[in-house]
């Protein structure tokens, strides 16, 4: 697996940046945060990326996707990181899209892939049901009746779930809370007569919903892969938002950490620039050295999804331990380097220290990650 | 054999790979292939000896074949393989588990340094010495006034026409006891700015003048030394690069150095004790897991920071042939020596009372010498520029932040 970008990935990360700062700089997220925007991101912006492909990235070209390999995905995340660009792209296009590729029916892949990949219709992953990753920690109860399921529970931090067409409901048929057997996946249309949701709004100024199901009928034509054995399909989805996420958190930290550089190179104070003392230039370049790291990981980790899945587990879980710590060491520094000014909510700054602490709590926080690790390790 | 230098795509890459071990499966010996002990190790030089027959034997091969110093130039009695060649010759290498035929500060600092700054003579007449284990070299930087500010440096080497005149002495050469000859920056214009008076130097440790003096560390070890100069005549023929200009060689130098000291621990030959296999030995463990969460919990880090230093490692690497610039190299030493100190001390604690004895039966030998690797581990963040000195150079050089 290569660790540099190759050209045409170098093309479109440059494409991508420039049409970002142009069409979703960090304003465009202030805008729908000051106008409370019921939807959270801008269509007009959402339909632009699907028509560049953004959307159907990962897909192969069966389903209408440009399948230009998950590394391209990362390149074009990273750069919605640095904007802070509001979208559905990681729970639909990443998410929604990895699940019904890994698991979905080849009916159900011509019939929705195609829809997903042009950015008609998006998906949200409903998996967690307490404030910690715990993605076999399941309650919600999937129950066949007849050709039916019928779904009753609540789940909680589902990422765009108040606009996404489609849920992805991680259900159990079986087992006990903490079993990976047992897991059924499921494709519930938000609309269905008892799915109540909740818009919760984050301190990102991003949406993540709360969600009940009372009593809700799904046929049992719109299960995802084999009953019972969700977790075969989830365990390597998981493992993709996880890298998915973890390069938009590099994007994040990435713009972050310039402009405070950029700050320390202009900012006087005792007649020298700030810059200049020791102190922050220490700390400044061990951020940077954690971000060489980094970029490595992420790099391999990205690769690896394509490339060598078996290595995705740990490589996933590297990735977004490291990321984590990461950008709460960028974002923290970034604020107390600024001072007083990065207090201020005019100063973008803050946008990216928010950001930052829900991208720590998606798929699994630090301590998740190292345990898994260990665990993979064998010890 | 293919000729060296032209495999570029892969498919000669792998022809190069069978050749190179059809060749290692032949020539390097079965008793060359398992963890050397510091004490086996071949560093060549006039009082150099080898640990056995298989050593000299080993060495020998490798000398004829090149591949003691694969990139170099054939000329001067190296390899002359690319970088990916050599590459590969090292993962064939690690993959047998083969002993380093000979190791040296000649090899892996002072030849490049003389192929990028040496002239002709200078070329033939050393490094081919190196190649052939003739002469073991050490390096004459820092003095007891001069660390972390080298440039401050005082040895003093008067300019006399045909020699230098050198008065002053060199702190930390390692191992200079058992060296030959010592590459030092020595103050050629007492009155020029800074770096601008220091010139680089060749010196013959068995002139008259020259003397070498042990220091013992809190390891126990004795491995530095300070060497006196007390007026040295040397031949103005070992002067390297330009007079006065000593300090760009010594830069160039200072980067090999750095990306060394980045990579011990993460190649090294020797039977070593690494944390996981440690804590299998000396923990407790409850149904597969390490029993003390926080014990668990530091090797998770370690092991994962190891990962991302390995990663990045190869990352180098690939830009390097890709010719994409990164700040990554100037990184490595910062966080490989760290990572190193982290281990040490990580290791201590896993072993517990086992992992602090000194000496005696009551220890394995591998303890002991876990005991003594801590102890000087702290030379890692210290040698071949301070953490805070990388700190500095990322912060000027990568960040460009003001410097005051």
Known sequence: MPLVLNEEQRMLRDSARDFLSSHAPVAALRKLRDTRDPLGYAPDLWRQMAEMGWSSIILPEQYGGLDFGFTGLGVVLEECGRTLAASPLFASAVLG????????????????????????????LALEESHHHHPTGIDTRAELRGDNYIINGGKCFVLDGHSADKLVVVARSAGESGDREGLTLLLVARETPGVTVRRAVMADSRSAANISFDDVTVPAADVIGEPGSGWGVLEPVLDRGRVAIAAEMMGLALECFDRTIAYLKEREQFGVRIGSFQSLQHRAAIIQAEIELCRSVLLQALGSVDASPEQLPMLASLAKARLNELVKLVTNEAVQMHGGIGLTDELDIGLFLKRARVTRQVLGNTGYHKDRYATLCGY | MTAP????????????????????????PESQRKPVTPGEQ???????????EDARLWFERMRDKGWVAPEWPREYGGGGLTAREAKVLAEELKRIKARRPIIGLGLWMLGPALLEYGNEEQKQRHLRAIVNGEVRWCQGYSEPGAGSDLASLQCRAEDR????????????TTQADKCDWIFCLVRTDPDAKKQEGISFLLIDMDDPGVTTTPIELISGESEFCQTFFDNVRVPRENLVGELNKGWSVAKALLVHERKLMSEIGSDAPREVLVPNAAARQYLDFDNGRIADGELRNRVAEY??????????????????????????????KYVGTEAEKTKSELLLDIMGSSGIGWEGEDFSAIELDTTRQWAASYAMTIAGGTSEIQLNVIAKNVLELPQS
């Not at chain 1, 890994?102 to 195609?114: F, R």
Request: glycine share 12%; proline share 3%; aromatic share 8%.
């Open chain 1, 97 to 124: 899209a990895s699940t019904l590729l890994l698991g979905g029916s080849e009916a159900q892949k011509e019939s929705l892939l195609p829809a997903i990949a042009g950015g008609e219709l998006t998906l949200a």
């Open chain 2, 5 to 28: 230098g032209e495999h570029g795509n892969p498919k000669e890459l792998d022809r190069f790979r069978l050749e190179v071990r059809e060749w290692l499966e032949a020539n390097c």
């Open chain 2, 42 to 52: 071949y560093w060549g030089g006039r009082r150099g000896s080898f640990a056995s």
């Open chain 2, 161 to 172: 026409g045909d020699h230098f005149l050198v008065n002053g002495s060199k702190i930390w």
């Open chain 2, 303 to 332: 092991d994962m920071l190891m990962q991302a230093i390995g990663l990045t490692h190869f990352r180098t690497f690939e830009e390097k042939v890709a010719g994409v610039r990164s700040a990554a190299p100037l990184i490595m």
